[in-house]
């Protein structure tokens, strides 16, 4: 059975603050995905990683392989930030992605 | 470039009802899968499409829950005779292979 696993499951910080949010999984992957969604929103997809790390703006994604593990980290968090961000992966010879069940993060003014 | 297209952005049938939700991948994106999120709990996997194939369809619930994605137009997720626990946000994606999936902003189904 395939399985992704976050934590937190919830996140409350205040404005500035490092974030920090991690994903693990079972089996080995083709791609991770992470992706953000705002209440009754839709899904934003902010990186795929096979390998190493990204960075976009003020958010970056680390994947180790070996471990099966990725961590998406927000440096100097915003209100704005605030969402559910869902770690998705995607298996070897299978194209569609099976989801973590969210951390929801809010950043507090 | 329009990203992912999904129509409507929020749907309301009684019970009984069929529901028809769109979706129009990007241009170039010959990959559609749907996803189905129940309230409160994560996304989960329904269909996964080409153009004109079902490619992996064991996340469809076996009666009443059909799929197509058709040479032209887009493609279809189409519910008969609705229930109230198919209240749900469904997404769409879309990618060509082995790349990126984008995602739409999602059909609110709501069945009263």
């Known amino acids: 059975k395939n399985e992704v696993e976050q934590s937190p499951q919830n996140l409350t910080a205040q404005e500035g603050e490092f974030i920090t949010i991690n994903c693990s999984y079972s089996?080995?992957?083709?791609?991770l995905h992470w992706l953000q969604q705002h209440p009754g929103g839709g899904i934003v997809s902010l990186f795929m990683?096979?390998?190493g790390k990204k960075k976009h703006g003020r958010l970056i994604a680390t994947i180790n392989i070996q471990e099966k593990h990725s961590s998406l980290h927000i440096t100097a968090s915003h209100p704005r930030d605030s969402a559910v961000y869902i770690c998705?992966?995607?298996?070897?010879?299978?194209?569609?992605?099976?989801f973590g069940t969210g951390t929801r993060l809010t950043i507090i003014p | 470039n329009a990203g992912v297209m999904q129509n409507p952005r929020h749907l309301v049938r009684r019970r009984g009802q069929e529901a028809r939700l769109r979706c129009s991948p990007m241009?170039?994106?010959?990959?559609v899968y749907w996803y189905r999120q129940l309230p409160e709990e994560g996304l989960k996997f329904m269909v996964y499409?080409?153009?004109?194939?079902?490619?992996?369809e064991s996340g469809m619930p076996k009666e009443r829950f059909s799929a197509e994605f058709p040479k032209e137009g887009p493609s279809i997720l189409r519910i008969q005779q609705v229930v109230r626990g198919d209240s749900a946000a469904y997404f769409c994606?879309?990618?060509?292979?082995?790349?990126?999936?984008?995602f739409g902003q999602g059909t609110r189904l709501t069945v009263v």
């Open positions: 994606a879309s990618s060509e292979r082995n790349t990126e999936a984008f």
């Open positions: 089996v080995g992957i083709s791609a």
């Open positions: 990683l096979s390998s």
């Open positions: 998705a992966v995607g298996f070897f010879g299978n194209e569609k992605l099976t």
């Open positions: 241009k170039g994106h010959s990959h």
């Open positions: 499409l080409q153009k004109e194939n079902i490619i992996d």
